[in-house]
């Protein structure tokens, strides 16, 4: 970065505002909006302490352990009450819990609309996404523990680091045999292709699939649902040629890849994206087999 | 993947609650298939006898003195052999319905059901076992 101090221009308006006489200035419409939204946000609160007062509230059972404090590190669960609101996902309650009881609470969350994949928990026992969760599907108290099937670090946040590995060695990237003359041109598939893979590309790293796959939990080499899936966006991807298509199969059908799976169906009833990962698996195994029987 | 925090011996038997169809058949299908495998034992156990049965004399056979002539008829008198059969018979034929499902989903076919399969799976199971009550506890009473 240059320590340059960047010249200030003189910005003098150039478009003159209209006469504020009659009609209210563009601030004072943003002014207005703001307080407008202000308001909302009390009449809000007032709600949810009404409803916290009326006792309509939710209760939550949740998973509580910190192996760096003496005292916590013996894993517990703490209420909490939490006001109910229409539309209030897992998630809100838990942050509801965290800004307003108790600042340790530690879960991870980020888009909180199902696109980030950080907050996958184990919800009423069930690997769920907790901002795609609506508290008033669930029967109360709603039991909230980190991923089963994995080592917990804090609270609900649990080491990713085995899935992500998992993920990285089905090699997740794009990967074409021939590249176009110009590097820049566009390398098109075909749409009933796109239509194949569609469902595949959807992960979102939550690892959820893995969590509530029971061959995973037990061998710790299985690649897991969401690396096959993955494996399958691209090996099905017809762009990527014959060469790397093969290389592809090889990961797919080592000794800890495709034939684990004893197609429980577990991880397609959990993952977030709807992706159909049992059928996705199935079809590998299929492809691995047409690969290797040759009767001719 | 395999760590997790101890979630104690109750709650982890509490845990089939949440398992689903699929879940289901997984493991019944597995409880099933092993089971065969030690019935499989036991009736080579129980048809062994015949084999120093072939020895004796022609008289013994006849008036079905025989070891294994007895081993059978003293086992086909107990109510409880009478009672493991029709288990017998409902776990096989859960094992070979269920077989069949998982050949399906093996193929390809019909996933988007693998629940309702399951399903059928058990009623037919219930059926058959049902109607095969009166054949396997003739006279045993
Ligand atoms: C028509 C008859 C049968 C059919 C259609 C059938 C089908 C199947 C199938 C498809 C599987 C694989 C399950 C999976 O993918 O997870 C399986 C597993 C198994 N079968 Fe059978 N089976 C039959 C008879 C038997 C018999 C007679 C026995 C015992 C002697 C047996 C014992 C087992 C066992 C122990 C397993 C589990 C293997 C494992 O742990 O993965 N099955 N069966
Ligand atoms: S496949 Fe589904 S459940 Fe598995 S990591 Fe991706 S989004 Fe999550
Ligand atoms: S917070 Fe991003 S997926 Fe839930």
């Known amino acids: 970065m240059s320590t340059q101090v960047p010249q200030q221009t003189d910005e003098t308006d150039a478009e003159t505002e209209p006469d504020a006489a009659e009609e209210p200035s563009k601030g004072d419409l943003r002014r207005e909006k703001k307080a407008e939204r202000a308001a909302e946000r009390e009449r809000e609160a007032e709600a949810a302490e009404n409803a916290a007062a009326g006792g309509n509230t939710r209760e939550l059972k949740v998973f509580r352990f910190d192996p760096e404090i003496e005292g916590k590190q013996e894993p517990r669960f703490d209420e909490f009450h939490v006001p109910f609101e229409k539309g209030m996902t897992v998630l809100d309650a838990l942050i509801y819990a965290r800004d307003t009881y108790d600042s340790s609470l530690t879960f991870r969350h980020s888009c909180r609309q199902a696109v980030c994949g950080s907050d996958a928990m184990f919800v009423n026992g069930q690997q769920r996404l907790a901002c795609k969760t609506q508290l008033s599907e669930l029967s109360e108290p709603v039991r909230v523990e980190p991923l089963p099937h994995a080592d917990v670090r804090k609270d609900l946040v649990v080491d990713m680091e085995h899935f992500y590995d998992q993920m990285d060695a089905v090699e997740p990237f794009f990967d074409a045999d021939e590249l176009p003359e110009d590097e820049l041109a566009e390398q098109r598939q075909s749409r009933q292709n796109r239509e194949k893979v569609k469902m595949s590309t959807r992960c979102i790293w939550c690892g959820a699939c893995m969590s509530s796959c029971n061959i995973a939990a037990g061998d710790n080499q299985y690649l897991g649902p969401a690396a096959l899936n993955k494996a399958y966006r691209f090996a099905m991807d017809d762009r990527e040629g014959e060469a790397r298509k093969q290389e592809r199969l090889e990961i797919i059908e080592q000794e800890h890849g495709v034939w684990r799976c004893q197609t429980q169906f577990s991880c397609t009833e959990v993952c977030p994206k709807d992706i159909p990962l049992t059928e996705h698996i199935q079809e590998l195994k299929r492809e691995a087999v047409k690969n290797n029987l040759k009767f001719w | ?141």
């Not at chain 2, 493991?27 to 084999?51: C, D, E, N, P, Q």
């Not at chain 2, 059969?85 to 069949?100: C, P, S």
């Open chain 2, 1 to 141: 993947m395999s760590q997790s925090h101890n979630r104690g011996l109750i709650e982890d038997f509490g845990r089939w609650r949440e398992f689903r169809a699929g879940m289901w058949a997984w493991i019944f299908h597995k409880f099933t298939g092993w089971v065969l495998v030690g019935y499989l034992f036991t009736h080579i156990a129980v048809l062994s006898t015949a084999i120093p049965a072939s020895g004796q004399e022609t008289a013994v056979l006849q008036a079905g003195d025989d070891v294994y002539t007895q081993t059978i008829v003293t086992l086909e008198e107990l109510l409880l052999v009478r009672i493991l059969e029709v288990g017998l018979l409902a776990v096989a034929v859960f094992h070979i319905l269920n077989g069949t499902r998982l050949l399906f989903i093996d193929l390809g076919v019909g996933l988007e059901s693998q629940d309702k399969s399951f399903y059928a799976s058990l009623i037919l199971t219930g059926l058959i076992t049902v109607a095969s009550v009166p054949t396997f506890l003739a006279g045993a009473f």
